[in-house]
């Protein structure tokens, strides 16, 4: 039910983005893997992927998705405990957003801590467009495959930051499955300085996973790093 409700069906177009972006990838570390959606599609293209996730049962329902010898890690942001070097790094669909700002440089340099001279980190965050959709609409309500959802949001802009109920009342009247979110709309220049200061340089950002600038009116704007050497 979670992966049909609350996350976004976006997955095999975020892979192939990733796929058309790279020339030189073989190792993936996908952090804030969750069930393992993006690395399903990722190793279904070839891909080396090890996930990172800081929630033990979305890690054990990665593991049913991916096979009993799926490499999957316990670990959370900004500390990243994890063995290896990569040739990318991704952190895809809000995994930054739960960051502070004070933990985006530790996490970018735990980034470039796994990723070899010249890797990829590709990871998206919410914009200001995004803050104001999330002022003006609240909350959020529909219905898919017969389950009622819910999402009330709370925004304060002077701390830019986002505190969200997603709740998933199922059509048989059991017990509503339930989630609580923090997360921050992070300023571009904080996001710039933090990955220039781990020895990054950006590439491009995009209007999420697709070849358009990021401009004002992009709700999530994909970094395009590399480590330098």
């Known amino acids: 039910m979670y992966d049909d409700i609350v996350v976004d069906p976006c997955h095999d177009a975020v892979a192939a983005f990733l796929d058309e972006l790279w020339d030189d990838v073989h190792d993936v570390l996908d952090v804030g893997c969750g069930t393992g959606l993006l690395a399903a599609e990722l190793t279904a293209r070839g891909y080396r992927v090890v996930g990172v996730d800081a929630s033990h049962d979305m890690l054990e329902r990665a593991r049913d998705r991916l096979g009993p010898d799926a490499a999957l890690t316990l670990a959370n942001l900004p500390d990243l405990e994890v063995d ?15 960051l502070t700002p004070e933990e985006l440089t530790p996490a970018a340099v735990a980034f470039a801590s796994r ?16 803050m104001a959709f999330t002022v003006g609409q609240p909350i959020v309500e529909g219905e898919k495959d017969g389950h009622r959802f819910v999402i009330e949001s709370a925004v304060d802009p002077d701390t830019r930051r986002s505190d969200t109920r997603i709740e998933v009342i199922p059509p048989d009247g059991g017990a509503p499955f339930t989630e609580q979110h923090r997360q921050h709309f992070h300023q571009p220049a904080d996001v710039e300085a933090a990955i220039v200061a781990a020895g990054f340089t950006t590439t491009a950002v995009r209007d999420g996973y697709s070849d358009r600038p990021a401009d004002a009116s992009t709700l999530s704007a994909t970094w395009i790093a590399r480590r330098r050497p």
């Open 84 to 98: 290896g070097v990569f040739d990318a790094v991704v952190c895809t669909l809000d995994g930054i957003t739960y």
């Open 115 to 130: 990723l070899r001279p010249g890797g990829w980190l590709v990871f998206d965050v919410h914009t200001d467009a995004m």
